[in-house]
């Protein structure tokens, strides 16, 4: 069955450095989503992604944040000075349309630690 | 405002024994209605959704739900659950014209007793 992928699985980084998150989506979906998951706090969204660019995108969303379709494959979130407070787990989403019977599928995350 | 209450942080069950998660929801057009899970280490995986018709939805690994909209609630139940159950599960809801944003849930934490 085909699955979103996600690397690194957790990523350590010092405050001020940027990082980037990777993930790989279902082959044949077109709409990509990236939310975060604060320790003990619920899912967010941030982002939503088509046709190479932004659909929609939350408060949380600002422009420390960026996304990037690099590749056929591939779907990247840049955080460009990280922050204590992006402490988190990130999870990458696909679906095949954007209605609200398209079923997003995730990846399994990135935990992000920022020391 | 939008929300989803998960009102059970934590719940302990018996394997073989029944359960029943809780979600409210508050929103002002028809939701689409949504159950995850995520296993220690794991993805959110899809368990069922609810878009109209049938308010007794039933999903994946013995799973099922019931949309009552007089009590905006979508409660997930299972009536005889496996020490592979043990997650956390997470209820969601999207705008029926688009799932651009799913609107989560805190989540609800549940363990199996032997």
């Known amino acids: 069955e085909p699955e979103v992928t996600q690397t690194p699985s957790h990523q350590v980084t010092q405050m001020g450095q940027e990082v980037i998150l990777r993930c790989v989506p279902i082959?044949?979906?077109?709409?990509f989503y990236w939310y975060r998951q604060i320790l003990g706090q619920k899912v967010e969204f941030l982002v939503s992604?088509?046709?190479?660019?932004?659909?929609?995108k939350s408060e949380i969303f600002d422009d420390q944040f960026s996304v990037e379709r690099p590749d056929g494959s591939n779907f990247t979130l840049k955080i460009r000075s990280t922050k204590l407070e992006d402490s988190a787990m990130y999870f990458c989403?696909?679906?095949?349309?954007?209605?609200?019977?398209?079923?997003?599928?995730f990846g399994p995350g990135t935990r992000l630690t920022v020391l | 405002a939008q929300s989803v209450t998960q009102p059970d942080i934590h719940i302990t069950v018996s394997e073989g024994a029944s359960l029943e998660l809780r979600c409210n929801y508050s929103?002002?057009?028809?939701?689409?209605l949504f159950w995850y899970v995520q296993s220690p280490g794991q993805g959110l995986q899809l368990l069922l959704k609810?878009?109209?018709?049938d308010t007794l939805v039933q999903g994946i690994k013995g799973f099922e739900a019931e949309f009552k909209r007089s009590q905006s609630s979508f409660n997930l139940r299972k009536p005889s659950v496996h020490w592979s159950d043990a997650a956390e599960y997470f209820c969601?809801?999207?705008?029926?014209?688009?799932?651009?944003?799913?609107?989560w849930g805190a989540g609800t934490k549940l363990i199996i007793k032997p």
């Open positions: 082959s044949n979906h077109l709409y």
């Open positions: 609810y878009f109209s018709g």
């Open positions: 992604f088509y046709n190479n660019e932004i659909s929609e």
């Open positions: 929103y002002g057009a028809t939701p689409y």
């Open positions: 969601a809801v999207g705008p029926a014209r688009s799932n651009y944003q799913l609107i």
């Open positions: 989403a696909s679906s095949e349309g954007v209605s609200g019977t398209d079923t997003q599928y």
